[in-house]
């Protein structure tokens, strides 16, 4: 079972950055398809960045211009950077990034989440 590893939330203030960072605990074949979501209290878990097999990306209409997400293949490891931060951007933060272990099985695994919060 592949574990992800979420740190680099915590408290920023309105226009700040932070960088969330989200590592395989083991040692994997390799990652096709991975994203970034979020869920405020009371709401719906949302989909904030998506990045596929491909190399398309998306991104929720409300980060655009502002986050972006990326991968370091060497390191198991996807990155969202948050630019030009909204007190809207509070929330729990989770990756999930589905690939083939290292014995060619087929993974889908979710960070533990991490808490950014916005605020002045």
């Known amino acids: 079972q592949v574990q992800l590893v979420e740190s680099g939330g915590g408290l920023v203030q309105p226009g700040g950055s932070l960088r969330l960072s989200c590592a395989a605990s083991?040692?994997?074949?390799?990652?096709?398809?991975m994203g970034w979501y979020r869920q405020a209290p009371g709401k719906q878990r949302e989909l904030v960045a998506a990045?596929?097999?491909?190399?398309?990306?998306n991104y929720a209409e409300s980060v655009k211009g502002r986050f972006t997400i990326s991968r370091d293949d060497a390191k198991n490891t996807i990155y969202l950077q948050m630019n030009s931060l909204k007190p809207e951007d509070t929330a729990v933060y989770f990756c999930?990034?589905?690939?083939?272990?290292?014995?060619?099985?087929?993974?889908?695994?979710w960070g533990q989440g991490t808490q950014v919060t916005v605020s002045s």
């Open positions: 990045m596929t097999g491909g190399g398309g990306i």
């Open positions: 083991t040692r994997i074949f390799s990652i096709f398809a």
């Open positions: 999930n990034a589905e690939g083939y272990t290292l014995v060619m099985e087929l993974f889908n695994s």
